[in-house]
């Protein structure tokens, strides 16, 4: 089983990035799939996620109208748009895979954002 993530990288506020999440080894379409990031000295936060296996998603009230996750389930892959980046994005950013009991977690991939 695998979770890579992708996409992160240095931007300036304002900036936009797209986050990709692609999954192996497990059946990618039985999976809730999230985002989540965790800032320096700071907790794991739920960032985005797909409700269930449907199309009902949930945001943050810090990024909402501002991020977008979407899947493709023929490309086993998740992403995360995010858009207007401020500093305060800055984290690693980790994809998750939920199947009660089951969950899987990507390594991170960093974005931070800065002039």
């Known amino acids: 089983v695998q979770l890579v993530e992708s996409g992160g990288g240095l931007v300036q506020p304002g900036g936009s990035l797209t986050l990709s999440c692609a999954a192996s080894g497990f059946t990618f379409s039985s999976y809730a799939m999230s985002w989540y990031r965790q800032a320096p000295g700071k907790e794991r936060e739920l960032v985005a996620a797909?409700?269930?296996?449907?199309?009902?998603?949930y945001y943050a009230d810090s990024v909402k109208g501002r991020f977008t996750i979407s899947r493709d389930n023929g490309k086993n892959t998740v992403y995360l748009q995010m858009s207007s980046l401020k500093p305060e994005d800055t984290a690693v950013y980790y994809c998750?895979?939920?199947?009660?009991?089951?969950?899987?977690w990507g390594q991170g991939t960093q974005v931070t954002v800065s002039s």
């Open positions: 797909f409700t269930g296996t449907g199309g009902t998603t």
């Open positions: 998750r895979a939920r199947r009660w009991p089951t969950e899987y």
